[in-house]
Structure formats: C-alpha cells, structure tokens
T-cell receptor, first 110, second 117 residues
C-alpha cells in the first residue's frame, strides 16, 4: 500500500466553484502534513501546512482527520490561477523522509 | 536572498555518459533530498542526507550516486547504470527533525530536466 494516496483527477470546475481534495496516509505515526502546489513544469511550492486543529488561509482551508488518516484541502471561490496540481505530503516525527502523493490536478475554467 | 539553486536547468546526456546535477542551498538546512518526477507522476525519492558526510538511499537509488562534503551542497550523479534517466530532477532541503524543528516544510530548487539523446 502506498504511504500517501490521492485521487489524480482532473477536477474540472468553473470559476467561483468550491472544490475539495482528500488525501489518505497509511502510517499512523505520520506527524506532519502539508499541501504543496505544483504548476506545469515547475517545482512544488508550499501552499500550507496542516495543523491538528485545522487551518485557513484566505480561500484555502486544510483539515486533518487522524482517526481516519486523511487530510483535506478546500478551495473556495476558485480562480483561473488556482489551476495546478496539488500534492499531499506527510512526514513522520524524527524521520527525515517526506512522502508525496502523486498529486491531484485541478483545472478551473472560465 | 536565501534559497536553493539547481543547475543546469536543462541537461542533455548521451547514452553511456555520467552526468552530475548541482544543488546548493544557503538556508542553513541540514537535510537535503533528491527526487525524480516523471510526466504525470508524483515525486520519488532517490537519496537524502541529514548531515554532512552522511546520506541514505531512497526508494529508487539504483543508478545514482551522491556526496555531501559540505552542508550547502548535495550533488547528484546520474550514472550510465541508470537505464531510463530522462526525467525532471528536484532537489529540496529543510531543517532536520529532532533539531527543534519538527514539521518544517521542504523548499525546492527549480529543477533540472535531464534528457538522454
């Protein structure tokens, strides 16, 4: 079983829509969680860390569900510029390897 | 400005050649990583290093080698033993866990596109 699994999509949504992605992780020892954004042919960039209590940054909200071992990303009022691949990343405490999901592709259309 | 720099941006290799990809960071990060990304795929870990003069194999280390002689530098050599080296290579760094910085994010260089010709 993969450490981190994501629905590859693509998710095709109109501008202004709300869209949500989930990501599941297999190891309950996972401690740190992140969402990265990757544009076509570019490097991944941190979108937001995911905290146990959940966190929000403008139109983006991240949630962690430890019991079910998944994290989620909610994007409200989608913009054309949100079109990208969103990577879920997990890390275990005192263990320096990151585990990346294969990414979920989002296409926001006019 | 602090950051992580990869060079070159594009690299062409003839079959049977070894090539070395450069990765330098001035963020004072202890941990450094090399990933490979194939089209439409996620990132796969090649090698990582937590401290100078130490490194560990990742999930797809065969055909690759690394060195970590300086904290700032973590070059990756793609050897002729790597049968399918054409890919996008990404270097990343972060503060190592266990140093009061659990959970810090990784920062990526801009990547090197390697093509076998």
């Amino acid at each position: 079983r993969k450490e981190v699994e994501q629905d590859p999509g693509p998710f095709n949504v109109p501008e202004g829509a709300t869209v949500a992605f989930n990501c599941t992780y297999s190891n309950s020892a996972s401690q740190s969680f992140f969402w990265y954004r990757q544009d076509c042919r570019k490097e991944p960039k941190l979108l937001m860390s995911v905290y146990s209590s959940g966190n929000e940054d403008g139109r983006f909200t991240a949630q962690l569900n430890r019991a079910s071992q998944y994290i989620s990303l909610l994007i409200r009022d989608s913009k054309l510029s949100d079109s990208a691949t969103y990577l879920c990343v997990v890390n275990r405490r005192n263990f320096n390897k990151f585990y990346f999901g294969s990414g979920t592709k989002l296409n926001v259309k006019p | 400005d602090g950051g992580i720099t990869q060079s070159p941006k594009y690299l062409f290799r003839k079959e049977g050649q070894n090539v070395t990809l450069s990765c330098e960071q001035n963020l004072n990060h202890d941990a450094m990583y090399w990933y490979r990304q194939d089209p439409g795929q996620g990132l796969r870990l090649i090698y990582y290093s937590q401290i100078v003069n130490d490194f560990q194999k990742g999930d797809i280390a065969e055909g690759y080698s690394v060195s970590r002689e300086k904290k700032e530098s973590f070059p990756l050599t793609v050897t002729s033993a790597q049968k399918n080296p054409t890919a996008f290579y990404l270097c990343a760094s972060r503060f190592a866990t266990g140093q009061g910085a659990d959970g810090t994010e990784a920062f990526f260089g801009q990547g090197t596109r390697l093509t076998v010709v």
